[in-house]
């Protein structure tokens, strides 16, 4: 079993920058692949990054979002920078073993409650 809290999320007006964190407890984080999902009011939960042994990102959030983990904090963080107005949504980490990248929701077993990020324009 894996216990997954979010935190940081907040408004913040474009062009700013936040930084999400996601700590983890229960089993080895470090046998875990880490990802975060956005969903934003009236759509699907979509992918947004990916961290395992490498990282892999959305279209939509590559070359100013980054993914990373400290795997001796059992940590995943988003550092999320030029943040638009399009990505306000409450965000998700959620865990899944093994590093096959996997970037639908059902894939993954372990969730948190989110965290909600607002972008004004």
């Known amino acids: 079993q894996v216990q997954l809290v979010e935190s940081g999320g907040g408004l913040v007006q474009a062009g700013g920058s936040l930084r999400l964190s996601c700590a983890a407890s229960?089993?080895?984080?470090?046998?875990?692949?880490m990802v975060w999902f956005r969903q934003a009011p009236g759509k699907e939960r979509e992918f947004v990054a990916w961290s395992g042994r490498s990282t892999y990102y959305a279209d939509s959030v590559k070359g100013r979002f980054t993914i990373s983990r400290d795997n001796a904090k059992n940590t995943v963080y988003l550092q999320m920078n030029s943040l638009k107005p399009e990505d306000t949504a409450v965000y998700y980490c959620?865990?899944?073993?093994?590093?096959?990248?996997?970037?639908?929701?059902?894939?993954?077993?372990?969730w948190g409650q989110g965290t909600q990020v607002t972008v004004s324009s």
């Open positions: 229960g089993r080895a984080f470090s046998d875990y692949a």
């Open positions: 959620a865990a899944r073993a093994g590093f096959v990248i996997q970037t639908t929701r059902n894939e993954y077993k372990y």
